[in-house]
Nanobody
Framework: QVQLVESGGGLVQAGGSLRLSCAAS????????MGWFRQAPGKERDFVAA????????AYADSVKGRFTISRDNARNTVYLQMNSLKPEDTAVYYC?????????????????RGQGTQVTVSS
């Protein structure tokens, strides 16, 4: 069993930055691909970014490409999402998730574990 806890969300003005963290416990993350998803009120949960278990491969949604960076520190059992140039449309609850296996995973239903989420609000 993997427990995931997100942190780092908050209120920021458009153009600002936030760094989300996802700390894992219960099992090492080194055997898991990791991802970030987000869900805005009244909308479906959308893929944001994913990273392979080695950190050597990453993938991003077109809407965040060039602005967000996913990274991981397997020694610290933590995954990060650096978000720059934030826009009001980035406002959502952000979730991290873990999928057993080496490769990048893009779809929500492939992830076995998910955290409770952290709220990100971007004001205009």
């Amino acid at each position: 069993q993997v427990q995931l806890v997100e942190s780092g969300g908050g209120l920021v003005q458009a153009g600002g930055s936030l760094r989300l963290s996802c700390a894992a416990s219960g099992r090492t993350l080194s055997g898991y691909a990791m991802g970030w998803f987000r869900q805005a009120p009244g909308k479906e949960r959308d893929f944001v970014a994913a990273i392979s278990w080695s950190g050597g491969s990453t993938a991003y949604a077109d809407s965040v490409k060039g602005r967000f960076t996913i990274s991981r520190d397997n020694a610290r059992n933590t995954v990060y999402l650096q978000m720059n140039s934030l826009k009001p449309e980035d406002t959502a609850v952000y979730y991290c998730a873990a999928a057993l296996g080496p490769a990048v995973v893009l779809t929500t239903n492939r992830y076995e574990y998910r955290g409770q989420g952290t709220q990100v609000t971007v004001s205009s």
